[in-house]
């Protein structure tokens, strides 16, 4: 779980990397949504054009004038950007709309990750999911969600001061899931119990540190960013899809909830109480949550 925890950051700061990168030629060419976004908002006047290098350049049979902004003129336009941003940053509380996008896609990623690790570490290719339906591992979207729910109103504090707050979360993260997976499912995904610096079952010394500089790129690098692609919805139709999505995993989450609740009574001999309890028993049973949760090991009731 850990490591695939850390190669979602590296992608997102791949991510981010080539953002700049596209951003940085934009702004060498005076092109781009952004660039046009702010010579129409007024953030730009059409003077950063002055001492542009203009050059005749021919895509697809059609010439036109490409231009080459100098340096200067460059770095003025980074900083509208940069302005432009810590603006809207300033002006937007996180809410419903931002967070289940960030789960999806940390959930998605997390698990498209985690099956290309096994395979590429180990040959294994097995299911990774974490909810009966759908391509979903939610403990990353809930770990990045929860992140960005507490260290948003911190990103302008010192780095230890999220450092703290970012390793106490992972481990509190893991700790209780890692409980309530064994003491309510009678699953067990992970151990740190043969790490000399473990703290407990789920919780060691070692991965509270690393949670702790996750948060910190989560917070300086990729947090703000992040949030400013999303945006906020602007139409009807952002809204409803945002909207079904959100009853979707709602409804995957509390499925998956009631499986493992049944296939922990199914292993104490504790039968169906009602037509609902049977026919998750019927379509969800025990073949079933072997073969979707392959990296789970089912230790039973505890004594």
Known sequence: MFAITVLILAVFLLFRLGI???????DARGTGRSFKRMLKSGALDAQVYEEAVW??????????LRA???????????AAKTQMRDDFLDDIQPGFYQYIIIFLI??????VLEMVWMFVMFGIVES????VWGPFSPLYGFGAVLLTMLLWKLRKKPWWVIFV???????????????????????????????????SQWVAWRFLAIWGCIGIAWCKVIMPELIYRIGEPTTTRQMTVVTLLTVFVAADIAMTLMCFYRAGKRQE????????????DTHYNDEFMADTFENMTFTGPQR
């Open 20 to 26: 700049l990168l596209v951003q940085k030629y934009h």
């Open 55 to 64: 050059s005749e350049v021919e895509h697809f049979g059609k010439k036109r």
């Open 68 to 78: 080459k902004i100098s340096r200067e003129q460059q770095r003025i336009i980074r």
């Open 106 to 111: 940390a959930s998605i990623l997390g698990l």
């Open 128 to 131: 990774r999911v974490g909810l």
């Open 165 to 199: 707050v970012s390793a106490v979360t992972g481990g509190l993260l893991e700790q209780g899931t890692g409980w309530c997976m064994e003491y309510f499912m009678h699953a067990e995904s992970w151990s740190y119990l043969h790490l000399p610096d473990h703290i």
């Open 269 to 280: 001999g504790v039968p169906p109480g009602n037509p609902f309890e049977v026919y998750v």
